[in-house]
């Protein structure tokens, strides 16, 4: 069975601080990867998907940035976290297009930007 | 551009009571559609997903939603409402082969004992 794993569930962090969240998928070879944003309260917001190591597409920027250095593996980062950054972060992944398939979302990390 | 609306930020319904909960979409050709439940402090997980053929699709616990061209809506149904069903639903809509998909704004479900 596949599984998906997000770290970590929660941070507190300052303003201008760097960032880095991960997300590992377990049990499915070559998955499409994706990375969402939650505002509290708020529906979801693409960021990125990547489809193949090495390769991240961009949606919407939010002055982070996203990379795959593994087939398994997606990370989340920036250098300086804004207060906008806060959120509910969330991984997904499926097989081929999102489009057509289903997504399979992580747990979540709950950012707080203080 | 693709878009969705959730009219109703929440609903409360009767536990046992019938329930709809609404979603227009807005996109030119034939849309990908998908409703997602979110229980607290949660990832999202897919309840259904509808891309052609019959348009009342059968989805888990009992959901079941209704595609209409003519008004651009995919609304999710449930017969009988249980109290673990209070969460926030999303609508979602995506195109052939893309890998945006748009999500509504959500509806936040309480469900009264």
């Given at each position: 069975?596949?599984?998906?794993?997000?770290?970590?569930?929660?941070?507190?962090?300052?303003?201008?601080?760097?960032?880095?969240?991960?997300?590992?998928?377990?049990?499915?070879?070559?998955?499409?990867?994706?990375?969402?944003?939650?505002?509290?309260?708020?529906?979801?917001?693409?960021?990125?998907?990547?489809?193949?190591?090495?390769?991240?597409?961009?949606?919407?920027?939010?002055?982070?940035?996203?990379?795959?250095?593994?087939?398994?593996?997606?990370?989340?980062?920036?250098?300086?976290?804004?207060?906008?950054?806060?959120?509910?972060?969330?991984?997904?992944?499926?097989?081929?297009?999102?489009?057509?398939?289903?997504?399979?979302?992580?747990?979540?990390?709950?950012?707080?930007?203080? | 551009?693709?878009?969705?609306?959730?009219?109703?930020?929440?609903v409360?319904?009767?536990?046992?009571?019938?329930?709809?909960?609404?979603?227009?979409?807005?996109?030119?050709?034939?849309?990908?559609?998908?409703?997602?439940?979110?229980?607290?402090?949660?990832?999202?997980?897919?309840?259904?997903?509808?891309?052609?053929?019959?348009?009342?699709?059968?989805?888990?616990?009992?959901?079941?939603?209704?595609?209409?061209?003519?008004?651009?809506?995919?609304?999710?149904?449930?017969?009988?409402?249980?109290?673990?069903?209070s969460a926030?639903y999303?609508?979602?809509?995506?195109?052939?082969?893309?890998?945006?998909?748009?999500?509504?704004?959500?509806t936040k479900l309480t469900?009264?004992?």
């Amino acid at each position: 069975a596949q599984t998906i794993h997000q770290w970590p569930v929660a941070e507190i962090k300052a303003v201008g601080s760097p960032l880095s969240l991960g997300c590992t998928i377990k049990g499915k070879s070559s998955p499409n990867l994706y990375w969402y944003w939650q505002a509290t309260g708020g529906t979801l917001q693409q960021l990125f998907y990547s489809i193949t190591v090495g390769q991240v597409e961009s949606v919407v920027q939010l002055n982070l940035s996203a990379s795959r250095p593994k087939d398994d593996q997606f990370i989340l980062s920036t250098e300086k976290l804004l207060l906008s950054h806060s959120g509910f972060y969330l991984c997904a992944w499926s097989l081929l297009w999102a489009s057509q398939n289903t997504l399979y979302f992580g747990a979540g990390t709950r950012l707080s930007v203080l | 551009a693709q878009s969705v609306t959730q009219p109703d930020a929440r609903v409360t319904v009767s536990e046992g009571a019938s329930l709809q909960l609404r979603c227009k979409y807005s996109y030119s050709a034939t849309p990908y559609l998908f409703w997602y439940v979110q229980y607290p402090r949660q990832g999202l997980q897919l309840l259904l997903k509808y891309y052609s053929g019959d348009p009342v699709v059968q989805g888990v616990n009992g959901f079941e939603a209704e595609f209409s061209k003519s008004n651009s809506s995919f609304h999710l149904r449930k017969a009988s409402v249980h109290w673990s069903d209070s969460a926030v639903y999303f609508c979602a809509v995506s195109n052939y082969g893309n890998e945006k998909i748009t999500f509504g704004a959500g509806t936040k479900l309480t469900i009264k004992p």
